[in-house]
């Protein structure tokens, strides 16, 4: 085992471990990728001012996320097929984040269902909802969410339409694989994944087989879910949500100043500033670089989040000192769990409580709640002038 010390260094075991097709779906962008990239290249034009002779005695990266005490402010993003990681891998995530101290959001596209993984857990998770035609499916989702004693609903808003993504659709992405050829001579060279696969019955997605009407196999689950995501969403919709759940609420996938308002309005506890990760709109704005102007526009108003990008504790730190009071992160979290299964995933978030813990010491902090965009320098004139 080689020694791992950065994402990275798990993002390339990831990469030997993991078939492509499931591999390339966690870590690719929409068309051309250009915003996929752009997420993380924006970190790293932030600079940070570094201070010294500060007593560094006693740090604590302690914080809340809507009322709920964590380890650091960093929760595991909802991501898809998680379990197409790692046998299990929604089960292993929520395993480890409830270990280490920190939330973590069950996806509606998962393997393991809401019912699996709160029998295999203690602690409260996150549940994340996708709006469904099927209005009753979607309060059934809920419903159940409610009954598994989940702490939060995060409602996603910027997937009612599916973005071109050119290398699930090359790779011919299903879960589970078809047995073509192709996916037969890659699997082979997994072995470890596919041991893991052989001692679990969950391999499908386990929130919509059997719940959804008429999905009650693979066979019929695929042009289920093409034609369920609603491309009439809107905010009325958010008001029923919100109705129905009747508990802390969190909108992802703002990344303008009127739709934050917008969110404000709909009476959510948080939200999200977030870009789907680069897998929807290609050639949107980084979601670092839109974070400002939304904390400045509702900061105020709301608890203000964000994801897209992060890759270390280093990006956790500047998106707290831009105003963001949570962050979250999905594909660091899913290499670990790709590489190393729930260890992994623990190792991701030691990786990331040092790094945000040491950098804010050389910045000049004991705690996370002092950090400000004083703490931050422009590197050059291409991010958003809110960070002069």
Same mark, same amino acid.
């Given at each position: 085992?080689?020694?791992?010390?950065?994402?990275?260094?798990?993002r390339?075991?990831?990469?030997r471990r993991?078939?492509?097709?499931f591999?390339d779906?966690?870590d690719?962008g929409?068309?051309?990728?250009?915003t996929?990239r752009?997420n993380?290249?924006?970190?790293?034009?932030?600079k940070?001012?570094?201070k010294?002779?500060?007593?560094?005695?006693?740090r604590?990266?302690a914080?809340?996320?809507?009322g709920?005490?964590?380890?650091?402010?960093?929760?595991?993003?909802?991501?898809?097929?998680?379990?197409m990681?790692?046998?299990d891998?929604?089960i292993?995530?929520?395993?480890?984040?409830?270990?280490?101290?920190?939330?973590?959001?069950?996806?509606?596209?998962?393997?393991c269902?809401?019912?699996?993984?709160?029998?295999?857990?203690?602690?409260?998770f996150?549940?994340?909802?996708y709006?469904?035609?099927d209005?009753?499916?979607?309060a059934?989702?809920?419903?159940?969410?409610?009954?598994?004693?989940?702490?939060?609903?995060?409602?996603?808003?910027?997937?009612?339409?599916?973005g071109?993504?050119?290398?699930?659709?090359?790779?011919?992405?299903?879960?589970?694989?078809?047995?073509?050829?192709?996916?037969?001579?890659?699997?082979s060279?997994?072995?470890?994944?596919?041991?893991g696969?052989l001692?679990?019955?969950?391999?499908?997605?386990?929130?919509?087989?059997?719940?959804?009407?008429?999905?009650?196999s693979?066979?019929n689950?695929?042009?289920?879910?093409?034609?369920?995501?609603?491309?009439?969403l809107?905010?009325?919709d958010?008001?029923w949500?919100?109705?129905q759940?009747?508990?802390?609420?969190?909108i992802?996938?703002?990344?303008?100043?009127?739709?934050a308002?917008?969110?404000?309005?709909s009476?959510?506890?948080?939200?999200?500033?977030s870009?789907?990760?680069?897998?929807q709109?290609?050639?949107? *704005?980084?979601? +670092?670089?839109?974070l400002?102007?939304?904390v400045d526009a509702?900061? /105020?108003?709301? =608890? %203000?989040?964000?994801? !897209?990008?992060?890759?270390?504790?280093?990006d956790?730190?500047?998106?707290?000192?831009?105003?963001?009071k949570?962050?979250?992160?999905g594909r660091?979290?899913?290499?670990?769990?790709?590489?190393?299964?729930e260890?992994?995933?623990?190792?991701? *978030?030691?990786i +990331?409580?040092?790094?945000?813990?040491?950098?804010?010491?050389?910045? /000049?902090?004991? =705690? %996370?709640?002092?950090? !400000?965009?004083?703490?931050?320098i422009?590197a050059?004139?291409v991010?958003?002038?809110y960070?002069?």
């Open positions: 085992m080689p020694t791992i010390t950065c994402i990275e260094d798990l390339i075991l990831a990469k993991v078939p492509k097709m591999y779906y966690a690719s929409s068309w051309t990728e250009s996929y752009a993380s290249s924006d970190f790293d034009r932030i940070l001012r570094q010294v002779a500060v007593n560094m005695e006693n604590s990266t914080a809340r996320m809507i709920q005490d964590v380890v650091m402010p960093v929760a595991l993003a909802p991501t898809g097929m998680t379990g990681q790692s046998a891998g929604e292993k995530a929520a395993r480890a984040a409830e270990k280490f101290g920190v939330p973590f959001t069950l996806s509606t596209m998962s393997i269902s809401i019912e699996d993984v709160a029998e295999a857990t203690s602690a409260p996150w549940f994340q909802l709006v469904m035609r209005k009753e499916y979607s059934n989702l809920i419903a159940r969410a409610k009954a598994a004693g989940c702490s939060a609903l995060m409602l996603t808003l910027d997937l009612q339409i599916l071109q993504r050119h290398k699930d659709i090359k790779n011919g992405l299903t879960a589970p694989p078809r047995p073509t050829v192709k996916n037969i001579i890659n699997l060279t997994k072995w470890r994944w596919g041991l696969m001692g679990t019955k969950r391999r499908t997605f386990r929130n919509i087989v059997g719940h959804a009407k008429g999905v009650t693979m066979n689950l695929a042009s289920w879910t093409h034609e369920q995501f609603d491309p009439a809107s905010w009325d958010v008001a949500i919100k109705e759940w009747g508990g802390k609420l969190i992802k996938g703002i990344l303008d100043a009127d739709d308002r917008l969110a404000v309005k009476g959510a506890d948080a939200l999200i500033v870009n789907h990760g680069g897998r709109l290609d050639g949107a *704005l980084s979601a +670092i670089e839109m400002p102007e939304i509702v900061g /105020g108003d709301i =608890e %203000v989040h964000m994801d !897209s990008g992060i890759r270390s504790g280093q956790v730190l500047k998106a707290l000192a831009l105003g963001a949570g962050t979250y992160i660091a979290f899913l290499y670990g769990l790709g590489a190393m299964g260890e992994g995933v623990t190792k991701v *978030l030691e +990331i409580h040092k790094e945000l813990d040491l950098t804010m010491a050389f910045c /000049g902090h004991r =705690e %996370v709640g002092g950090l !400000s965009r004083k703490n931050l422009r050059d004139q991010l958003n002038p960070l002069r």
